[in-house]
């Protein structure tokens, strides 16, 4: 059974930092491109960062320069780290692995790590 764990979240000022984890268990997720989302109260979800397998990454514009997402293949386990952090930044952050083998897509999501900036 496949299952993805997030981890790291927390309270933390605006400016300051905090690391997710996005732990795998059941495969391997050096073969998925791996994403995370964000969802803030009455907000629909929104793509914050991807890495795929060969570690290309891809970042939305709002959080550019700002947040790193990357992966240790030797700890199955994909990171985003958030720099700068802003109110707006408030939201539930969610690991979503996804791979398509022919016609058949493999996707697994997490249960959320909830992640609050505010002074």
């Known amino acids: 059974q496949v299952q993805l764990v997030e981890s790291g979240g927390g309270l933390v000022q605006p400016g300051g930092s905090l690391r997710l984890s996005c732990a795998a268990s059941?495969?391997?997720?050096?073969?998925?491109?791996v994403g995370w989302y964000r969802q803030a109260p009455g907000k629909q979800r929104e793509l914050v960062a991807v890495i795929t397998t060969d570690g290309s990454t891809n970042y939305a514009d709002s959080v550019k320069g700002r947040f790193t997402i990357s992966r240790d293949n030797t700890k199955n386990t994909v990171y985003l780290e958030m720099n700068s952090l802003k109110p707006e930044d408030t939201a539930g952050y969610y690991c979503n692995a996804n791979r398509r083998v022919l016609a058949k897509k493999y996707e697994y999501w997490g249960q959320g790590t909830q992640v609050i900036v505010s002074s």
């Open positions: 059941g495969t391997i997720l050096s073969i998925y491109t």
